[in-house]
Nanobody, 114 residues
Framework: QVQLVESGGGLVQPGGSLRLSCAAS????????MGWYRQAPGSQRDVVTT???????NYVDSVKGRFTISRDNGKNTVYLQMNSLKPEDTAVYFC????????WGQGTQVTVSS
């Protein structure tokens, strides 16, 4: 089993920044992709960004140039640096780890509002 614990969400004004962290523990070995999804009220859960074991990244168009994903393989941790936040970034952000199946964290709320 794999456990994922997110941290770093909160309330921020438009234009501000937040950094999310996600620590993985449990049966972690081999190659795996990690990533972040988000779900706004009344909407489905959508991918934001992913990063492979060798550091290859993908971003949804709406966050390109503003968000940066990174990972520390030694700590089994993935980070999401979010800059120039907009009200439409408001959502619950979920960390995930993909290795055979997808494991999910519990989610952390990000609210962008003045």
């Amino acid at each position: 089993q794999v456990q994922l614990v997110e941290s770093g969400g909160g309330l921020v004004q438009p234009g501000g920044s937040l950094r999310l962290s996600c620590a993985a523990s449990g049966s972690i070995f081999g190659l795996y992709t990690m990533g972040w999804y988000r779900q706004a009220p009344g909407s489905q859960r959508d991918v934001v960004t992913t990063i492979t074991s060798d550091g290859y990244t993908n971003y949804v168009d709406s966050v390109k140039g503003r968000f940066t994903i990174s990972r520390d393989n030694g700590k089994n941790t993935v980070y999401l640096q979010m800059n120039s936040l907009k009200p439409e970034d408001t959502a619950v952000y979920f960390c995930c780890l993909v290795r055979g199946r997808t494991y999910w964290g519990q989610g952390t709320q990000v609210t962008v509002s003045s």
